[in-house]
């Protein structure tokens, strides 16, 4: 069927008049070039930030679904593997209790070459709760009768599945896509076999059923289990706002680089509409051109946002791991929501970028159009409503912070909505300061006028540096926030492990050897103090006196001996009556609470809190101080360790021993004592034997590992700022030349112009750093005071590094001379007769 | 072809408002060619810019054929003007980015009213040929403004709109383009209206009337 003329008439319009706007880029290669590395930079880092998400998300939604996670856990209580007569015992009392065995397997090949340490559950799907997910793939006759007789079968994770078929010792094995990362499940005697174990580590039972157990066992609710949940969600909020930083500053390239396209083709515009062209079917051409160039970078950044996330998600995973025990597969795994999330997200961004420039050219009358002075006009006109705008972001910002400090809020999205504002606000203002600081300058150089002309002319450019310069601004601000947070955090967590860390050994007995080894301990020349520690677990109960809805949580007993030595250095964050008196307390019967329990249940020192041990008993307790617990994600509770051992059956724990040697002589003292713990106990207790010092290198490698992605973000982000500034300077370099060409013929050389170029851009630059230096601290105490209190639950000290503010000023500099370096390089092999040129135009 | 009658046109100044045109009455046959003279200012490139239905009168009607101006929307005005209209100006508005053959064509291909053996005669005449494939920087200004008259008639309008269209060429340059665009005129019965500051230019058309401070005062038969 043909289309009527009129519209076959208004297709061939649109056709031929995209077909000639496009042409503008085959002339100007390098302009294109720069709007799809634009839009191609931005996209893929959003696109490589939501891809480890994406995955991220996945492994726990398998970690969810598997049937661990759903039931209530039995276990011994001095952490010993269960007997399986002691299993028996309790099926024959008719409690619904379901075996399971759990341990690291290291596979193999069957010729000795290095293969993946899994993770393998053995369980028996007769006994297993019938709504678990794995108890109903095993329901039919057949796959149970393949499941549990010879040779068995094997469900394997999808990343582990081939190394697993590999491993001659295993069962027939099929894939699971619904299971964990790394994770293995088979029968339970299989898994038995695999492990040596001859015991079982846990048993399982559904929530509901009803089980009476002996005094040596203790049931842990499935709620009580850690999940990753809110706190892993937080880690990724804060990926998602790292990668939207990206976003927006590789769409303020987009924008500069598609304003100056436009501006470029301003007359070709005007003589399209002049020619007949109505304006409506111009702008609509100029939708058609944003959409093919979004739909080429989205393909383009999507495709290299997979690369960087497949670059990330180990050092991710690994931050997940030591952060919330979260399981995170190390091989990508996209939904397809991914895949049109990130065109999607890249179209809007465009049009957003775009949709200012396309309604600026509808809005021009035809005659305007070609007079770059009528777009000039509008760009000072929009400079005053963005100061206008600017100062509403900041009003705006400084309203939700007041509401967050009077409400002592701890509400993430306000705290991200609070720093959102602010960046918007001063980057917006940043033209402002810039122009008004140039004519400060300007005025006092009266008497060196190249200078004075580099100023003023400077301040012409200004409406089209502005977009690069605000995303300069927030590229340095946010490198400047991060670093000091990520720097604080450094010094104080590095600080937090010296006072906690304060044993130079430490040793995890097994339970029955406990007693023997303390003692033996505490009688040896090179040991100055014993330091016991005990773990239990228990219900906070609600507070019966104060209103509160607050339903009663899970938390972490630790038990201590409060020594001279651990007294001198422990932290504490708050107490009522000072330390001494803290201390004091915690002896005659106080607690000590961590501050992200403290934080959550607003609980102070001097307060009162109620305790539900395993055993049902509940005790009242008073708050004797608050202390920091940095990276622990649960409610802790502290108190001494003869105590928590006779009130709530906390079972031994691990020995902290602190040496008399000093320095020089420790480690011919600790070489010592672990041949007499050997020959004493055997290699069983002195192989569990741990050097603080090498504790202390593992938490730092770990912290180092999980602040990887964060500074490979912000170098990212830093990349896409200067090539914002290189796309603005190359696509106005012809039209600097008329600006430039007069006072070449006016007697300037070619080398004073290139160093007032680059002087122009290194000044420009220099003032947003100094304007980046107060907003990157702003930017690192609310991330510290604000953002992570409300997603971690502590709070960080503040910390300004004069070394970093000083890189952050010597980074802006080092971005706009590489920026400047090609074009003014192109100036300076320009030949003369060009120039001549542009002169005899002008 | 084109009648104007009593037209007005002002622009808003912090004074009130300055009218650049005011009672204008003006008719043109078809196939007529017409030199509209004046100073700098009195008005002209705005009396243009009226007929041509890129801007819109204070006051007055416009007809352009047989659609009064007025009575179209701005997408019906760029519609008439694609179709009817051939336009020239001083600065040639040349599409730096298309080929001399794709300027050429553009606007009778906007139209769909491309013809392929007039586009060839028109280069030869034009003395285009073998230029085809370079891009309008790398043509000569009278090139230039030739190739900018072919781009009017390329699609054969029924009237073509000259702005001072040899205001930017020397002498010689300016009487060549002139005999070339009145004898490309007189091959395809296309009226013409001309604006120019220049007698010399002028006196060669049908017909010449004057504009002083907006308003037409003379009549030169």
């Known amino acids: 069927m043909t289309a009527p003329p009129a519209q076959r008439g208004r297709r061939r319009v649109l056709a031929t008049t995209l077909a000639t706007l496009l042409s503008h880029y085959r002339r100007h290669p390098g302009q294109l070039a720069m709007l799809l590395l634009g839009l191609w930079v931005a996209s893929a880092l959003w696109s490589g930030v939501q891809a480890i998400n994406a995955s991220a998300r996945d492994s726990y939604a398998r970690a969810e679904a598997l049937f661990e996670s759903r039931l209530d856990r039995i276990e011994r209580r001095d952490g010993e593997p269960l007997a399986l007569a002691e299993y028996l015992d309790l099926r024959r009392a008719g409690a619904a209790v379901s075996p399971l065995v759990e341990g690291t397997l290291a596979l193999t090949d069957g010729e000795g070459a290095s293969r993946p340490r899994v993770r393998l559950l053995g369980i028996d799907p007769l006994t297993l709760p019938g709504d678990s997910p794995l108890a109903r793939r095993q329901s039919s006759g057949e796959a149970l009768r393949d499941w549990l007789l010879p040779p068995h079968r094997l469900r394997a994770a999808p990343d582990v599945a081939a190394a697993a078929r590999a491993d001659p010792r295993l069962p027939p094995v099929e894939v699971d896509a619904s299971l964990p990362p790394a994770t293995l499940v088979t029968d339970v005697g299989v898994a038995q076999r695999l492990l040596g174990l001859d015991g079982l580590t846990r048993l399982v039972i559904a929530p509901r059923a009803a089980a009476e157990l002996p005094a040596t066992l203790v049931r842990i609710p499935a709620r009580q289990l850690a999940s990753p949940g809110q706190l892993a969600d937080s880690f990724h909020l804060n990926l998602t706002a790292m990668g939207l930083l990206a976003l927006v500053v590789g769409l303020f390239i987009v924008h500069a680089a598609l304003g100056l396209a436009l501006e470029q083709r301003l007359g070709l515009m005007r003589t399209l509409r002049a020619l007949g062209v109505p304006g409506r079917s111009l702008v609509v051409a100029l939708g058609l051109e944003l959409l093919t160039l979004g739909l080429a970078g989205a393909a383009l950044g999507i495709l290299s946002g997979v690369a960087l996330a497949r670059l990330l998600l180990p050092d991710v995973a690994a931050s997940l791991d030591a952060l919330y025990d979260a399981d995170v597969g190390t091989r990508l795994a996209l939904p397809w929501s991914y895949w049109l999330g990130g065109v999607a997200i890249t179209l809007g961004g465009l049009a957003t970028a775009g949709a200012g420039l396309l309604w600026r050219a509808a809005r021009l009358d035809v005659l305007a159009l070609g007079h770059a002075q009528a777009w000039r006009a509008r760009l000072a006109r929009q400079q005053r409503r963005q100061a206008v705008a600017g100062g509403v972001l900041l009003g705006l910002a400084g309203l939700v912070g007041l509401w967050l400090h009077l409400a002592h809020g701890q509400h993430l999205v306000a705290g991200f909505v609070m720093v959102t504002a602010a960046l918007l606000g001063v980057a917006l203002w940043l033209p402002t300061l810039l122009g008004g600081a140039l004519r400060l300058a300007a005025g006092r150089l009266r008497r060196r006028p190249l200078w004075q002309w580099a100023l003023a002319d400077l301040q012409l450019q200004l409406p089209r540096l502005q977009l690069p310069m605000m995303a300069l601004l927030l590229a340095l601000a946010a490198n400047l926030g991060v670093s000091s947070m990520v720097g604080g955090f450094r010094v104080t967590f590095l600080d937090w492990l010296d006072q906690r860390l304060l044993a130079d050994l430490y040793i995890h007995p097994p339970a029955e050897r406990y007693a023997a080894l303390e003692s033996w301990l505490d009688a040896q020349p090179e040991v100055a103090t014993l330091l016991p520690a005990r773990h239990a677990d228990a219900t906070l109960l609600p507070d019966d006196r104060r209103a509160s809805d607050a339903a009663p949580a899970p938390v972490a007993l630790f038990g201590l001996r409060p020594a001279p030595v651990l007294r001198a250095s422990w932290p504490l964050a708050a107490t009522r009556d000072g330390r001494d008196a803290a201390w004091r307390a915690l002896e005659g019967g106080a607690v000590f609470v961590n501050e992200q329990l403290a934080r959550r249940r607003a609980i102070a020192p001097g307060d009162a809190i109620r305790l539900r041990g395993a055993d049902g008993n509940v005790h009242r307790l008073s708050v004797a101080a608050v202390y920091p617990d940095y990276g622990n994600p649960h409610g802790e509770i502290v108190m001494p360790v003869s105590r928590l051992a006779r009130q709530f059956a906390a079972p031994p724990g691990s020995l902290g021993v602190v040496l008399t040697a000093d320095a020089t002589h420790r480690d011919a003292a600790l070489s010592g004592l672990h041949e007499r713990l050997t020959a004493r106990f055997g290699p069983a207790v002195s192989e569990t034997l741990i050097d603080q010092h090498a504790l202390k290198a593992e938490s730092r490698r770990v912290f180092e590992r999980t602040f990887a992605i964060t500074a490979a973000l912000n170098g990212l982000t830093l990349g896409v700022a200067a090539l914002a500034l290189l796309t603005t300077l190359l696509a106005q370099a012809d039209a600097r030349l008329t600006q430039l060409a007069p006072l070449w013929a006016l007697g300037v050389s070619r080398s004073r112009l290139v160093a007032a170029q680059l002087g122009q851009l290194a000044a420009c630059a220099l003032g947003t750093a100094l304007v980046a230096l107060p907003l990157g601290i702003a930017l690192a105490w609310s991330l510290v005071a604000v953002i992570n209190v409300a997603a971690f639950g502590w709070r960080l000290p503040l910390h300004v590094f004069p070394g970093q503010m000083a890189t952050t000023l010597a980074l802006a500099v080092v971005v706009a001379a590489l920026a400047a370096l090609l074009p003014a390089w192109r100036l300076w092999r320009m030949p003369p007769r060009r120039l001549l040129q542009e002169f005899a135009a002008t | ?221």
């Not at chain 2, 002209?44 to 890129?54: D, E, I, Y």
């Not at chain 2, 085809?132 to 090139?143: A, I, K, M, V, W």
């Not at chain 2, 699609?155 to 702005?163: F, G, H, I, Y």
């Open chain 2, 1 to 221: 072809m084109l009648q104007l009658t009593d037209v007005a046109k002002s622009y808003p100044t912090p004074q009130g408002p300055l009218f650049v045109l005011d009672g204008i009455d003006l008719r043109l046959a078809p196939g007529e060619s017409l030199a509209l003279m004046g100073e700098s200012g009195s008005g002209k490139s705005t009396l243009l810019h009226l007929a041509a239905g890129l801007d819109t009168p204070d006051r007055g009607e416009i007809v352009l054929g047989a659609r009064a101006l007025s009575s179209l929307d701005e997408a019906g005005r760029a519609d008439l003007r694609r179709q009817r209209l051939g336009l020239v100006f001083q600065q040639f508005h040349l599409v730096p980015s298309l080929s001399v053959l794709d300027n050429l064509t553009l606007q009778a291909r906007l139209a769909d009213r491309e013809d392929r053996d007039w586009t060839h005669h028109l280069i030869e005449r034009l003395g285009l040929a073998g230029l085809e494939g370079r891009y309008p920087e790398q043509l000569s200004g009278g090139q230039q403004q030739r190739l900018a008259i072919g781009r009017a008639l390329a699609p054969r309008p029924e009237l073509l709109l000259a702005d001072e269209p040899t205001g930017n060429l020397d002498e010689g340059a300016a009487d060549q383009v002139l005999d070339l665009l009145r004898a490309l005129i007189g091959e395809s019965d296309c009226a013409l209206l001309m604006v120019t500051h220049s007698a010399r230019v002028a006196a060669p058309l049908d017909r010449c009337v004057h504009l002083h401070h907006g308003r037409l005062a003379d009549r030169t038969p």
